[in-house]
């Protein structure tokens, strides 16, 4: 009996001294976790950086508005170089803000190969550089994102829906700027889908994107007797020319009208009934998304994907308005832009 008391006891006192000793030892962690320095948040005020752009207008505009919604948001500076689709001047704008000492750089170019020169110049000066709506031709530059719409996607959805509702058609291309690979991309699902007998391709028209070019060359397409009643437009200034010349000539009503934009000209001829359909693709939540992956990336988090393309819709005077996403965001598109930068899906 006088054992088992004494073995009793002794268990008693390892309980004791054990707890003690846990006891010490979790309060001196808390100690040294409150004497530990708090991690410093990410300085975004610090950071500077660059984009390289053709101009700030129509599409552009708008996704230098989407753009600094975010860099606004988190108090970026950030400053923009315009190039007018100038290569010479696509490559000085890299080197200057190399002697600026960027902390990133965003470009677009009009050519895949200037394109990797100006990736290579940011590669050897150590700074982050992302590809934006443009082709990169191979080499040794590698941007830390590439991101743009599917261009070759596009056209083949235009090319599967003409199959479809028109049969048979003759179709023109309005295209945008010969060489440019959202145009080459396009155009050549439209030949894929002319090749495979769904419809004939009567030709492709380069336009630069601009209004007034656009009604003038279809103009004078429609002097010339070609003979056509499908139009696919490049941009939402393409199919506002193109609608602009089909009224004066008092055509608009034999021929369906394809927008590959739904930008505020698509929007507003919608509304006019005077375009009949587009493919919507919101250049404003594109840069927003651009903009929270680059600063993801300054602060260690790789991108979701090496290359990124947004969705897209097909779009009608019915759905447009339900489905489509206007080219003008506002910070409401936040959260929706830094989801995306995330896992790569689209809620909205």
Not at 245 to 259: E, G, H, T
Not at 294 to 318: C, D, K, M, R, S
Request: aromatic share 10%; proline share 4%.
């Amino acid at each position: 009996m006088k054992k088992a008391i004494i073995w009793l006891i002794i268990a008693m006192l390892i309980v004791a001294f054990i707890g003690v000793g846990c006891k010490k030892e979790a309060e001196e962690k808390e100690v040294a976790a409150a004497e530990a320095p708090a991690e410093e948040a990410f300085d975004f005020g610090a950071l500077k950086i660059g984009y390289v752009m053709p101009y700030l207008e129509g599409w552009f505009g708008y996704w230098d508005l989407g753009w600094n919604i975010i860099m606004d948001e988190y108090g970026v500076d950030t400053e923009a170089i315009l190039t007018y689709w100038d290569s010479e001047k696509d490559l000085q704008a890299v080197r200057d803000f190399i002697t600026m000492g960027v902390d990133a750089i965003s470009i677009e170019s009009g050519s895949a190969d200037t394109a990797q020169v100006m990736v290579q110049l940011a590669n050897e000066a150590g700074i982050p550089i992302m590809i934006d709506s443009s082709s990169l031709a191979p080499g040794p530059g590698k941007p830390f994102f590439d991101i743009s719409f599917d261009y070759g996607a596009m056209g083949s959805l235009a090319a599967e829906k003409i199959t479809e509702m028109w049969p048979g058609a003759k179709v023109l291309h309005m295209a945008g700027i010969a060489g440019f690979a959202p145009t080459e991309d396009q155009d050549m699902a439209l030949k894929a889908g002319a090749d495979a007998g769904g419809y004939k391709l009567v030709g492709t028209e380069y336009t630069g994107y601009q209004i007034e070019d656009s009604k003038n060359i279809l103009r004078d397409t429609i002097a010339g007797g070609k003979e056509f009643n499908v139009i696919v437009a490049a941009s939402q200034e393409v199919a506002e020319g193109c609608i602009e010349a089909l009224k004066s000539a008092d055509m608009l009503d034999d021929v369906i009208v394809i927008s590959v934009n739904y930008g505020p000209l698509d929007v507003e001829n919608f509304e006019q009934g005077e375009l009949d359909y587009a493919i919507g693709q919101s250049v404003g939540l594109h840069s927003m998304v651009a903009a929270v992956v680059t600063l993801n990336y300054l602060q260690g988090i790789e991108p979701f994907a090496p290359v990124a393309h947004l969705p897209f819709q097909w779009l009608t005077p019915e759905n447009h308005k339900e489905e489509g996403i206007t080219w003008a965001v506002d910070k409401t598109w936040i959260t929706v832009a830094e989801k995306y930068a995330k896992t790569g899906i689209l809620e909205y």
